[in-house]
């Protein structure tokens, strides 16, 4: 995968991932490799749904993996919602995740599984006890009628799981979330800038607003929250390459739940074809077991 040279943004190159990030070993190593992934450049983390697919990813020498909430609510036969996948089902995925591979993962803990501050951090404590490189709180609440958390809550909220970290003295990256985009928040843009210039100060490493899409938005996203790295979401093709991301500031880019749906579409296909056509032609484009078989037997 690819990690952006830090150079002026006319010269940018892209190098190879793993001339910057060796996979590590301890948990330490992870996170302290994390960390640095965020000082400069631009750098991809795909995200897996099963440790099948965290192997893999690893084989292709990505620099960090990241857990997808949504991937694994599917995997388990449950839609993306709040409270669909318990705290504790999902806190043994992240661990099974963090278990796969060698890289540095970074937690998709949508808002903490718990609506106060105090659980939030409760909640907080938990994840870092898996292992992770990294975390992200989000604001939505799951409530049509209210999406969103006040500010003044999500403000606590982010301030708690900041707390929670520092006491844990992991050096896990806490990235702070703002899904105005995402609940189609009236002014989207000037909210997500409002919330996560309050997250940055209530102690968020990272900022993240899932649903920005244009280079123009992702433009103005990146210029006023600087100095603070930004991650970007692209789920859909969205014509812009990881080269121009790097060009417009962005230090992280996650493909959310993308990986995972494109699986289930080939899946899909190849059933409905098997159902209404009776052909197996949508065959012809999978994995063999032989690649398979001898990525899994080389890991165990």
Known sequence: MFVRDPVDRARARVLPAQSMTPPSSSVAERRATFRRLHTSGCFVIPNPWDAGTARYLTELKFAALATTSAGMAFAAGLPDAKGAVPRDRMLAHIAE???????PVNADFEAGYAADAEGVAQS???????????????????DPQQPLFDLSDAVERMKAARRAVDESHSGVVLTGRSE????????????????????????????????????????????????KPVNVLVSSNTGLTVTDLAELGVRRVSVGSGLARVAWGAFMRASREIAERGAFTAFADAATFRELNTLFEAGR
């Open 124 to 142: 907080v404590r938990l994840c870092v006890e898996s292992g992770v490189a990294g975390l992200s709180i989000e604001d939505a609440t799951g």
């Open 97 to 103: 995740v963090v278990a796969a591979t060698p890289l």
């Open 180 to 227: 105005c985009f995402l609940v189609g928040h009236p002014g989207a843009m000037a909210e997500s800038i409002r919330r996560l210039t309050a997250y940055a100060e209530a102690g968020a490493d990272v900022l993240y607003a899932p649903g920005v899409q244009t280079r123009e938005q992702i433009e103005t996203l990146v210029r006023a929250l600087a100095p």
